[in-house]
């Protein structure tokens, strides 16, 4: 389905430019506004949150603005994992929740991510219908002077989002003894990771908790794990958890230094729940999931599908089979005995439960071997080159190469003005052959 502004997850680009400015926002929070409004529910409420971004000062008014101007009362939660708007957004019972945020992006993108009363990311289908509205003449959704929303500020949506996390956990739980290094990213997680993780008992060091608006994801996070893997050597900690921008995503690095990414993490879990009996009908991964994972879960027995790239596809897909795990190979889990939506916090908790009688992470993850993998993210003015004759060949060609022996995908980015390029095979010189054909074909 072609969507003009929706993506892979929500709304993202460069700040004032094309999609990501005051007036877009407005628009944003006026058709979103709009369209939950129509839904006739009694109560017309929105909650906001945030990451760290400077530029959430400037888009974050111009969104409350518009979806007051729709009728909508607005709570404002400031900076907050997405997964914690999410669940908040059910718990108030909420119209709608919406996390201003660009996930892993540098600072100088930003976006939206959108969820619905259930906490649910909206369908492809519901962005449509916003859209819609968005390009619709926009002041025919004005509300009357008297029936504008309201505004209000929560101080307390962190406390909040911990104690549920908490909850679904045994009283019992605690850290004590355990030594944690974290690294926050600059971003959305800088204050519920180390206070959640404090007040289970647990010695923690940390890094990326000083964001300044411009050093989200920079050289730290999740997509930088080398920060992770220092901070576990020079503390000798039990284990290092790695959050992205928004702290919907988790990389982990076991107590020897080993960097375990999202596809080791849910064979883990997937394995643990099976034994427990709670696993419910198998795992959902997605197109960019390794090849040896896939392998793992067919010696185990173990169900496995693959879904489109973004942890909302993997959720749809969780639902439409009624699985209760599923993820992405770039930390994007998402435990659905739980949650909604990928939650960085609520995985290390869940991984940090299966250790408390002295289990190593070491041990615990080293239970199958990555396909080699190389991954070419190619800048392109226009992301249509994957459609051309010359494209098509290549691919081809690649796909001849590797025969039965590993994968190759092309896609275009959701998000971002790039292909990306992934090959999977055992022979190295076949990956690097596969990826130069195809990335000559795209420039």
């Known amino acids: 389905m072609y969507k003009k502004y929706f993506g892979t997850d929500g709304i993202r680009g460069r700040v004032n430019q094309t999609k990501i400015n005051g007036e877009m926002f ?3 929070g006026l058709a979103s506004g709009t369209y939950f409004k129509n839904l006739k529910k009694k109560k017309q409420t929105a909650i906001i949150a945030k990451d760290t971004r400077l530029s959430g000062y400037s888009l974050e008014p111009a969104l409350v603005s518009g979806l007051a101007s729709a009728g909508m009362h607005v709570y404002t939660l400031g900076p907050l994992p997405t997964n914690g708007l999410a669940m908040l957004t059910k718990k108030m019972k909420a ?8 996930s892993h992006n540098p600072y100088y993108d930003n976006g939206l991510k959108l969820f619905g009363p259930d906490g649910l990311k909206l369908s492809d289908k519901i962005e449509k219908k916003i859209e819609k509205l968005i390009d619709s003449k926009i002041t025919r959704n004005l509300s009357k002077p008297r029936i504008l929303g309201r505004v209000k500020r929560l101080e307390n949506a962190n406390d909040s989002y911990i104690n549920i996390l908490k909850e679904n956990f045994p009283k019992s739980f605690n850290l004590k003894g355990i030594k944690i290094a974290i690294d926050c990213a600059n971003g959305a997680g800088y204050k519920s990771g180390p206070k959640l993780l404090k007040s289970l008992g647990a010695k923690i060091y940390t890094v990326g908790t000083s964001p300044n608006g411009l050093n989200i994801n920079h050289k730290c996070g999740s997509t930088y794990p080398n920060k992770i893997k220092y901070l576990v050597k020079r503390h000798k900690v039990n284990l290092g958890i790695s959050l992205d921008g928004d702290a919907d995503r988790i990389i982990l690095c076991d107590e020897k230094g080993n960097i375990i990414d999202g596809d080791h993490i849910i064979a883990m879990l997937a394995s643990r729940w099976k034994r427990k009996k709670i696993l419910k009908g198998g795992v959902i991964g997605t197109l960019m999931s390794n090849y040896g994972l896939q392998n793992y879960f067919r010696q185990e027995k173990i169900r496995f599908i693959r879904a489109k ?10 639902k439409k089979n009624r699985f209760n795990l599923g993820g992405e190979q770039s930390g994007h889990i998402i435990l659905g005995k739980f949650a909604t939506t990928g939650d960085g916090l609520l995985v290390a908790l869940e991984i940090l439960f299966s250790m408390r009688k002295g289990k190593k992470a070491s041990e615990l993850f080293n239970i199958f071997k990555s396909t080699p993998q190389v991954l070419e993210n190619v800048v392109v003015k226009d992301k249509s080159i994957i459609n051309s004759t010359k494209c098509k060949k290549a691919i081809k060609v690649a796909k001849r190469l590797i025969k039965n022996r590993g994968r190759l995908l092309v896609r275009k980015s959701g998000t971002e003005s790039k292909i990306r390029i992934m090959v999977e095979s055992d ?3 076949t990956l690097h052959q596969c990826v130069n054909l195809v990335k000559r074909a795209v420039l």
Request: hydrophobic residues 40%.
């Open 95 to 102: 119209n709608m929740g919406i996390m201003i945020t660009a």
């Open 26 to 28: 407005f628009k944003f």
């Open 427 to 429: 022979n190295k010189k």
């Open 309 to 318: 790239v973004g942890d909302k596809h993997v959720k749809e897909q969780m």
